[in-house]
Antibody, heavy 121, light 111 residues
Framework: EVQLVESGGGLVQPGRSLRLSCTAS????????MSWVRQAPGKGLEWVGF??????????EYAASVKGRFTISRDDSKSIAYLQMNSLKTEDTAVYYC????????????WGQGTLVTVSS | QSALTQPASVSGSPGQSITISCTGT?????????VSWYQQHPGKAPKLMIY???KRPSGVSNRFSGSKSGNTASLTISGLQAEDEADYYC???????????FGGGTKLTVL
């Protein structure tokens, strides 16, 4: 069974940093791209960014709203994807979901339960 | 403002059918047959219901179907059941610059 478990969320002040983790199980982690999608309170979903598998260079792509501030990385030996968030803004407050990406279908086929990040002074 | 436009809410009675629209542009929905639909119950993670416009993942009821015409995709749920009450989001691949865009979500109420 595919499982994605996010951790690392919490309350952080504007301008500070936070790192989220996504621990995967139930599939060969290294074979898949992984993505982060967020949902502000009471709002819709917003794609944040993704990281390709090593077979496709392990490169990353980001939404314009977070480019230059957020960095996605992965540790295939531990089956963990990370989201490093720097220079946080109040508008980054959201539940952050880790998703598995099926690049052939261009879809997010499995989602974690999410972790809440609150940016406030 | 979301990139794809969905109605804020739709409703239907048990057993009826409803359709949720998702309108994009020629840069996303209109250019790729890569539209997905996600169901989200309150406080839960989204669940993939439809991919590649009209395909269902294993385990998803055949009461759910998808289609596309031009820049608008649609999700139809037939034989409405109480458990279908949830928020539904469409998502489209939008090319190798923007990658993915979501709709603002539609709240389905089963009367």
């Amino acid at each position: 069974e595919v499982q994605l478990v996010e951790s690392g969320g919490g309350l952080v002040q504007p301008g500070r940093s936070l790192r989220l983790s996504c621990t995967a199980s139930g599939f060969t982690f290294g074979d898949y791209a992984m993505s982060w999608v967020r949902q502000a309170p009471g709002k819709g979903l917003e794609w944040v960014g993704f990281i390709r598998s090593k077979a496709y260079g392990g490169t990353t792509e980001y939404a314009a709203s977070v480019k230059g501030r957020f960095t996605i990385s992965r540790d295939d030996s531990k089956s963990i994807a990370y989201l490093q968030m720097n220079s946080l803004k109040t508008e980054d407050t959201a539940v952050y979901y880790c998703t598995r990406v099926n690049l052939l279908l261009e879809t997010f086929d499995y989602w974690g339960q999410g972790t809440l990040v609150t940016v406030s002074s | 403002q979301s990139a794809l436009t969905q109605p804020a809410s739709v409703s239907g009675s048990p057993g009826q059918s409803i359709t949720i629209s998702c309108t994009g542009t020629s840069s996303d929905v209109g250019s790729y047959n890569l539209v997905s639909w996600y169901q989200q119950h309150p406080g839960k993670a989204p669940k993939l219901m439809i991919y590649e416009v009209s395909k269902r993942p294993s385990g998803v009821s055949n009461r759910f179907s998808g289609s596309k015409s031009g820049n608008t995709a649609s999700l139809t749920i037939s034989g409405l059941q109480a458990e279908d009450e949830a928020d539904y989001y469409c998502c489209s691949y939008a090319g190798s610059s923007t990658f993915w865009v979501f709709g603002g979500g539609t709240k389905l109420t089963v009367l």
